[in-house]
């Protein structure tokens, strides 16, 4: 089958591999879209995983089903799916807790395992979503993007939010704007430097767009608030000027959550930390429950996604890739089709 083999760094070829069988609880799908995400292009720069080379990236995608193994329930060939890529164990003690996110023994359907930048993928059956009528396989494509959003909102520690601070305007920022609008904040200041993603943002409902290559982004923030500082700060840019002006931009009490990876040290003012009690999160992908309401989102139109697509056939995916590397201009986000 025709897929796109990963071999290293900057080394992504569109080529041959195996098709896939279907182990017990196993359910083959067809691909129709596929997400190029921003941990795929870290990789991609170089940055290290456990992910065998030469493999079959992909983990933000949607298909339908083509065969199922004997023992598995519930779905029929032809069905519409997406799939969660995050397998967990289900008995380790964060999944017991219902942290399934955090599980011990997790492995990622497009990293550890093949994944969907190929015409064909199977998957445990558990991992998948039936795709509501009214969203398109595209559109379901990004339901695990919008996943990690919901879940980073599920961190907020500051309790009723009136505003809120997104750093970096890529499908994660973009998707905090909406979600901080569903919140009912007043204010949402969106930073970014590339003007095509600060447009998108202003017309997702964010209140005031800074253009971070000219303006000073804290000084402009903190003059919205009064000198206060915002409630929340949604930092999805993982640079250390964002995350050192996260902390900078809180009023006391404050929530900073921290969604993008980025290697380089950040150095923290604790000094301003400590008495202003502001509370720092990371926050590491979704469980079940946020895929769950990210399918109904989106099927709902409380969270618009078209703007932030462009639709590639996968044969494109190395120039895709090469291009968001290097300057990705209006892309948002790539779908890859097979
Ligand atoms: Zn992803
Ligand atoms: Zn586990």
């Given at each position: ?16 591999w ?37 493999g079959?990236?992909?983990h ?37 807790a ?9 492995y ?127 930092e ?100 890859l089709?097979?």
């Open positions: 089958m025709k897929s796109l083999v990963f071999g290293g760094p900057h080394d992504v070829r569109f080529g041959e195996e098709e896939p069988s279907i182990l017990p609880g196993q359910v083959l799908i067809k691909v129709a879209a596929c997400g190029i995400c921003g941990t795929d292009l870290h990789v991609y720069k170089g940055l290290p995983a456990a992910w065998p080379v030469p079959i990236r992909g933000e995608f949607a298909g339908t089903v083509l065969a199922s193994a004997d023992d598995v329930e519930g779905f029929q060939d032809g069905d519409r799916v997406v799939v969660q890529p995050l397998v967990y164990c289900g008995q380790c003690r964060f999944c017991r219902g942290q399934t996110n955090l599980c011990a023994n997790m990622l359907i497009g990293g550890e395992q093949p994944g969907g930048f190929a015409e064909q993928v199977a998957v445990p059956a558990s991992s998948l979503f039936k795709v509501p009528e009214n969203l398109s396989l595209k559109q379901a494509a990004l339901v695990e993007t919008l996943a990690t959003s919901v879940h980073a909102f599920e961190q907020n520690q500051s309790g009723i939010l009136r505003s809120v601070a997104v750093l970096g305007a890529g499908a994660q920022g973009l998707f905090a704007v909406q979600l901080a609008r569903l919140a009912g904040a007043k204010l949402i200041a969106v930073s970014e430097t590339v003007p095509h993603r600060l447009a998108v943002a202003q017309q997702l409902g964010a209140t005031n767009a800074i253009n971070a290559g000219q303006e000073d982004v804290v000084e402009a923030i903190l003059a919205l608030t009064d000198g206060e500082g915002v409630d929340l700060v949604i999805a840019a993982g640079k250390v000027a964002t995350r050192q002006g996260a902390t900078q931009l809180l009023r006391p009490g404050g929530t900073a959550i921290f969604l993008a990876l980025g290697a380089e040290l950040t150095s923290i003012d604790f000094m301003s930390l400590v008495p202003k009690e502001l509370h720092l999160r990371g926050t590491q992908c979704y469980t079940d429950a946020d895929f769950s309401l990210a399918i109904e989102l989106l099927a709902n139109g409380e969270i618009i996604v078209d703007p932030l697509i462009t639709e590639m056939s996968l044969e494109n995916g190395p120039a895709a890739f090469e291009a968001l590397a290097s300057n990705p201009g209006e892309m948002i986000k790539v779908i089709e097979p």
